[in-house]
């Protein structure tokens, strides 16, 4: 019985998140729809990361098993066009037996984009948080600095965040510029409800001014919620890729640029 | 009287492009009716490039005189405001007396976006043409360097363009690659009608081995239509910014992006 690995990319602005709700709009509801029809039967479909309700993702991945013998590339074309417009598969591969896409995940790499700028955006406002203030780019990079590393995360946790322990190791909290886009790129082996936005908020919050460096090392020391910043909005955050180790590397590929690369 | 000088970004989308026409949602409709607000009075604004329906702009640039003496801030402000959602002023300015946005330029940028992967994608359908084809880089490289220069572009233009003479120089058309996106940057003193369009199309056609290196020098050479490409569609095509001479140098200029670059 074959295990599939899909990588997806979706607009999240018209789900309610990534987990299966009842009577709700969601990717894996929406997954589970589309592969039900391309595999003939039901599956369960398992997500790397439960994006929040309006997060993106560019390479989000996911998991299933079925008795069905496909082609990855028939695979991938099924669900681009079962689940259209708003989520695609820009990869399917057939992955070694037992591979379970939250599980096996090693990592997760995010990314929240801020418009820097005092006009909106006609064309980012779906992908990016506008901030019209000026940002002090040293400070935020003091802050992002601090938070690399293995630290308690519990001041950066949604209220409601059902994990047991919030100690999580970031590997890279990096600022890149391109104008007029200030991203956040946020890679680490695990990650609490709301924690990037929280990051982002937080960050935004010393650009401004309106916290110090020294607040957010308070927040790491004592895990108190306040003394973060607000949960910036969802609609900033993609989920862009997840790191798996090398014993999960998948045969018989159909990437999505296959071929593309003349040069 | 002064003169004012806005740079524009806007979603082409829902507009049947720049030039005003009854009945229709124009760029330059909702412009003219937002400046009749804002400046309390009728007002003729120009345009640097008369947009085809659908096209969008990063960086265009109208003018308009106006007997109202404005902050520039404030101007930026009340078009940002009044023309929401799919139209914004990035920066305003008093310009020189006498300043023409189209008579006055003296070159254009224009960026056409080429999704290069199979799978669509959610994210980027608005403003990328989707490829789902291998192109040949170094094909699409060597019939791109043949347009570079001054040329008759008799056969890069559309069949109702009603311009006198057909001989433009470019001088830029670069490949950009920023996977998954493949992006034409077209530099120019002048452009006929869909003519960035009709390149794209072209160089997508050599790419893809439906037309050679030759068939692109034989259109510039003979100025027959049917030597180049199709018309690529316009949601790849995005006004990037218009080039003027330094003696237009505006004063009081409220740059979109004031104080936010503090490192």
């Known amino acids: 019985m074959p295990t599939y690995r899909l990588v997806l990319e979706y607009d999240g602005a018209p789900f309610a998140g990534w987990q299966i709700q009842p009577g709700q709009l969601t990717v894996q509801g929406e997954l589970t729809r589309a592969l039900a029809v391309a595999m003939r039967h039901e599956v369960k479909v398992h997500g790397a990361g439960r994006t929040d309700a309006g997060v993106h993702a560019l390479g989000q991945c996911a998991s299933f098993d079925s008795q069905v013998e496909m082609a990855p590339y028939r695979l991938r074309a099924a669900v681009s066009g079962l689940c259209r417009p708003f989520i695609t598969a820009v990869e399917a591969a057939i992955a070694p037996s037992g591979f379970h896409a939250r599980f096996d995940a090693l990592g997760k790499h995010y990314r929240y984009q801020l418009l820097c700028r005092a006009a909106p955006s006609p064309l980012l406002c779906a ?72 990051i982002a908020g937080t960050l935004v919050d010393v650009g401004r001014g309106r916290r110090t460096v020294d607040d957010v090392r308070g927040a790491l020391d004592t895990g108190d919620r306040d003394l973060a910043g607000i949960t910036a909005p969802a609609h900033g955050l993609a989920l862009v890729s997840v790191r798996y180790g090398a014993g999960w590397i998948c045969e018989s590929r159909a990437s999505s640029s296959r071929g593309n690369r003349k040069l």
């Open 127 to 198: 992908t990016t948080c506008h901030v019209t203030a000026s940002l002090d780019r040293q400070a935020m990079l003091e802050a992002a600095a601090l938070l690399v590393g293995t630290h308690d995360f519990g001041a950066f946790r949604a209220a409601d965040c059902e994990r047991g322990t919030t100690t999580r190791t970031l590997s890279r909290v990096e600022l890149v510029e391109r104008d007029p886009v200030l991203s956040i790129e946020v890679e680490g082996d695990g990650f609490l409800k709301n924690m990037v936005r929280i």
